[in-house]
């Protein structure tokens, strides 16, 4: 192969990883709740997503610490 092609085909390939990289780097530190904060006096747990009443300060289902 000619080596203009080698450092054209070198050039891209290192482009490639450059913006895969970026893309997996802007997702980090963000850590964002899929579950509604509160519905209808329900508090969702922010571990396993399951719904508990507004009153309880521990979920029914794994016993993580409810918010609030």
Do not use: H, Q, Y
Request: aromatic share 4%; net charge positive.
């Amino acid at each position: 192969m000619e080596p203009l092609l080698l450092f054209a085909i070198a050039t891209a390939i290192l482009a490639g990883l450059l913006a895969s990289l970026s893309i997996l780097r802007r997702g980090r530190g963000k850590k964002e709740n899929p579950f509604a904060v509160s519905t209808e006096g329900e508090t969702r747990c922010p571990n396993c997503g399951m719904g508990n009443m507004w009153t309880d300060g521990r979920c029914i289902s794994c016993g993580a610490d409810l918010p609030g």
